[in-house]
């Protein structure tokens, strides 16, 4: 059973250009939750999709945008890329459990995003 | 704004002794809390996870402890064993029902030592 997998592994863009991220959930998660991890830092939440939809969104600007597909893989796209935007970037999948808990959150390896 | 630290950014713990990760919060509206580890190039792997009704929850060799009135959780892991090496994340959610917007710490970097 495949896990969470993300691509690609390692990323190096200049500022201005963009980005775009891919995550597969792990089988039979539903969920997909995007996270930024700057070095030194915990990860911190930019967005969620369920359902083709962002569920709820962190503290991070417009130019960061997502989709989900209909088989649940999910894209993080970052426009006008600024030399912050250097991070490891996780991918989160979950589902929803009946009675409507979300069991723990599984990650992927994450995609490692240089800007110069 | 921080509201999940983990104050030691690393521990050196001896094979076989007990370890302590430490965890403090200030939004009191977390009510659901987790450890995650995280070995290089990987992504973080869920450990243990703990309601705030309770103030104890323990799985084989690690035990997670929650101290509402002071904002404060634990992981204590015992025996510690070389494998356990590895970056520890404390995170906390508003709700199990609701695992958007997971608050995370610094993380904490444990080894042990055989």
């Known amino acids: 059973d495949a896990g969470v997998t993300q691509s690609p592994t390692h990323l190096i863009k200049t500022r201005g250009q963009q980005v775009t991220l891919r995550c597969s959930p792990k089988?039979?998660?539903?969920?997909v939750s995007w996270y930024q991890q700057a070095l030194g830092q915990g990860p911190q939440f930019i967005f969620q999709y369920y359902e083709e939809e962002e569920r709820q969104r962190g503290n991070f600007p417009d130019r960061f945008s997502g989709h989900q597909f209909p088989n649940y893989s999910s894209e993080l796209n970052v426009n006008a890329l600024l030399l912050g935007d250097s991070a490891l970037y996780l991918c989160?999948?979950?589902?929803?459990?009946?009675?409507?808990?979300?069991?723990?959150?599984?990650f992927g390896p994450g995609t490692r995003l240089t800007v110069l | 704004d921080q509201q999940v630290k983990q104050n030691s950014p690393s521990l050196s713990v001896q094979e076989g002794r007990i370890s302590i990760l430490n965890c403090d919060y200030t939004n009191s509206m977390f009510d659901y809390f987790l450890w995650y580890k995280k070995y290089p190039a990987e992504g973080p792997t869920f450990l243990i996870s703990i309601s705030s009704i309770k103030d104890k929850n323990e799985d084989g060799r690690f035990t997670v402890f929650l101290n509402k009135s002071a904002k404060h959780l634990s992981l204590h892991i015992v025996p510690s064993q070389p494998g356990d090496s590895a970056v520890y994340f404390c995170?906390?959610?508003?709700?199990?029902?609701?695992?958007?917007?997971?608050?995370f710490g610094a993380g904490t970097r444990l080894t042990v030592k055989p």
């Open positions: 995170a906390a959610s508003p709700s199990l029902y609701n695992n958007n917007d997971m608050r």
């Open positions: 989160a999948s979950s589902f929803i459990l009946s009675g409507g808990a979300h069991n723990e959150q599984f």
């Open positions: 089988s039979g998660h539903d969920t």
